[in-house]
């Protein structure tokens, strides 16, 4: 987990070998969802005792948060890793916007778990505003570098820019979850959009089609 942010549930053994647990766990929710994610099934996809199971994480429910606060933190790191690779604010923010247009269908079924979960659980509701915030840095980042170096002329605040962006890409995430189709202009669209928002100065990166992973 990336250094600031603790668990909410508490963390009791299993090392590494916790961690391919976890993983196994992240992928039985993508498939069945979050209320027939068992340890049954868990032990039957990762080949762990059903026992050892509850050694590390008590019960069924903590077992499913844990796994999707790791795997929400794993993005996270991947937006940190995708938004320190590019220097051009502009570039940037396209970058951000690729990565959340390209993620897998199993990405994209755990993140609606996780919202749908966060519904109901106050420790994870308030654990999710913390990673909607982290989630949301490199975005805001990029728009108030990009305004601070006179690359952008906001028409809008930078939040309320960055706030929109997010709210279009979270819910293509959850159209596309509910397999509704996906125009293949979207990209082309929104990033046009952002671009008016902005009052970008300089090239675009050329429009990609949203493929299926």
Do not use: C
């Not at 080949?47 to 794993?74: H, K, N, P």
């Not at 996780?114 to 519904?119: K, Q």
């Amino acid at each position: 987990m990336p250094v600031g942010v603790g668990m909410i549930r508490k963390r009791r053994a299993g090392g590494e070998k916790r961690e391919a647990v976890l993983d196994a766990v992240a992928a039985v929710l993508a498939a069945r969802g979050y209320e027939n994610t068992r340890f049954t099934d868990v032990s039957a996809a990762g080949g762990v005792a059903i026992s050892t199971l509850q050694t590390y994480f008590g019960s069924r429910e903590d077992m499913i948060i844990e796994a999707m606060q790791v795997f929400t933190d794993r993005e996270v790191e991947a937006l940190r890793a995708v938004s320190t690779a590019e220097a051009d604010p502009w570039r940037r923010l396209v970058a951000l916007v690729d990565r959340s247009l390209h993620n897998s269908e199993s990405t994209r079924q755990i993140l609606v778990e996780f919202w749908r979960s966060a519904m109901r659980d106050d420790e994870l509701r308030d654990y999710s505003a913390t990673v909607q915030e982290r989630y949301r840095a490199p975005f805001l980042a990029a728009v108030r570098e990009g305004a601070a170096r006179g690359v952008f002329t906001l028409t809008h605040d930078a939040e309320a820019v960055t706030d929109l962006l997010l709210a279009a890409l979270a819910g293509l995430i959850i159209s596309r979850v509910q397999d509704h189709p996906t125009p293949t202009t979207f990209r082309e669209v929104l990033l046009a959009q952002l671009r008016q928002m902005l009052g970008v100065n300089g090239s675009e990166p050329t429009p990609e089609r949203i493929e299926e992973r």
